[in-house]
């Protein structure tokens, strides 16, 4: 049976940084990224009617694709609305992640991309959680000098979502991110050779 790991971290941790290491380290591992199945759903009609409803017409550019710079704004100002966007998208990614386990079978591991893992009610299958961490100066910093965001905007998202170190706290696995990219590349590598190997009595099973 495949193990299925779920990844996890905070904004701007490396999260797709650690996706990329595993598809060309495990060349047999399937990978479901949450963030990549949200922005297909962004796209499709259903969602976009929806998210005009509860949001407006400003949610929506000229040519009525979604503006997806307001959409992010509104969603970091205000909890109800992202209460709202997170209960109209969060079903059909859960649904689309449990079908892609169960058609990924064949595969030596199964890789979730779940950034809001902890924060919302996601409850997907895993055998293991896996967060990509990295101290809060370094998010900041990362989201300011290469998103290009403002400062305030950075501690606005970064706000709006658990501590990294709450989110360690329930890691089976952890890949801190802070330093050079040769030492968090080498971190990921001895997650995955671990959980191959099945060398792992002393992390416990998820239910």
Same mark, same amino acid.
């Given at each position: ?5 779920a990844?996890?971290?905070?904004v701007a941790c490396?999260?797709?940084?650690c996706?990329?290491k595993i ?8 990978i ?15 969602i ?6 509860c949001?407006g ?14 959409l992010?704004?509104?969603?970091f100002?205000?909890?109800?609305v992202?209460?709202q ?10 649904k689309?992640?449990?079908a ?5 079978q064949?595969?030596?591991?199964i ?12 409850p997907i299958?895993? +055998? $293991? *959680?896996v967060? &990509?961490g990295?101290?809060?100066a #370094?998010? /900041?910093?990362r989201? @300011?000098?290469i998103?290009k965001l ?10 709006a979502?658990?501590s990294v170190q709450?989110?360690?706290?329930r ?7 802070d330093?050079?990219?040769? +030492? $968090? *590349?080498?971190? &990921?590598?001895i997650?995955?050779d #671990?959980? /191959?190997?099945?060398d @792992? ?7």
């Amino acid at each position: 049976m495949s193990a299925v790991l779920a990844i996890t971290g905070g904004v701007a941790c490396g999260k797709s940084q650690c996706l990329q290491k595993i598809k060309a380290y495990c060349r047999d591992s399937r990978i479901f990224s949450c963030d990549e199945e949200v922005s297909k759903l962004l796209t499709e009609k259903e969602i976009v009617r929806s998210l005009k409803g509860c949001i407006g017409d400003a949610v929506l550019e000229s040519n009525g694709v979604i503006n997806r710079h307001f959409l992010r704004e509104k969603i970091f100002e205000s909890s109800i609305v992202r209460k709202q966007v997170e209960d109209l998208i969060h079903p059909h990614v859960l649904k689309r992640a449990k079908a892609f386990i169960g058609e990924s079978q064949n595969s030596s591991m199964i890789v979730i991309e779940v950034p809001l893992l902890y924060e919302v009610d996601f409850p997907i299958f895993r +055998d $293991f *959680d896996v967060v &990509v961490g990295c101290s809060e100066a #370094t998010q /900041l910093n990362r989201l @300011t000098n290469i998103r290009k965001l403002s400062k305030d905007q950075a501690i606005q998202i970064v706000g709006a979502q658990l501590s990294v170190q709450s989110k360690v706290d329930r890691a089976d696995f952890v890949a801190w991110n802070d330093g050079a990219l040769q +030492d $968090f *590349d080498d971190q &990921v590598e001895i997650i995955i050779d #671990t959980i /191959l190997s099945n060398d @792992t009595e002393k992390y416990d099973r998820r239910d």
